[in-house]
């Protein structure tokens, strides 16, 4: 079974970090590509990076330059550093697999960025 656990999230003021992290389980986590995906209040999903099992990312252009993907194949983790927050940032933010033709998500951790 697919299993994806988010942590990490919390209020932050404008300019501060945060580190997200992503426990994975069921599948070869090395594998398979990982994706943070984040969700304002009223607004769609919203790709934020996508990291490849080589270690290959890309970041969606609001988030360049701030954000750092990574992953820890050897404990079957993502991560997502997060900094210079902006209040545009505030979501909660999930992660994302694409396994054997479904997309599994975890529950998510919210980011509050706000003074």
């Known amino acids: 079974e697919v299993r994806l656990v988010e942590s990490g999230g919390g209020l932050v003021q404008p300019g501060g970090s945060l580190r997200l992290s992503c426990a994975a389980s069921g599948f070869n986590f090395r594998s398979y590509d990982m994706k943070w995906v984040r969700q304002a209040p009223g607004k769609g999903s919203e790709w934020v990076s996508t990291?490849?099992?080589?270690?290959?990312?890309a970041y969606t252009a609001s988030v360049k330059g701030r954000f750092t993907i990574s992953r820890d194949n050897a404990k079957s983790t993502l991560y997502l550093q997060m900094n210079n927050l902006k209040p545009d940032d505030t979501a909660l933010y999930y992660c994302?697999?694409?396994?054997?033709?479904?997309?599994?998500r975890g529950q998510g951790t919210q980011v509050t960025v706000s003074s």
């Open positions: 994302t697999v694409y396994y054997q033709g479904t997309t599994y």
């Open positions: 990291i490849n099992g080589g270690g290959i990312s």
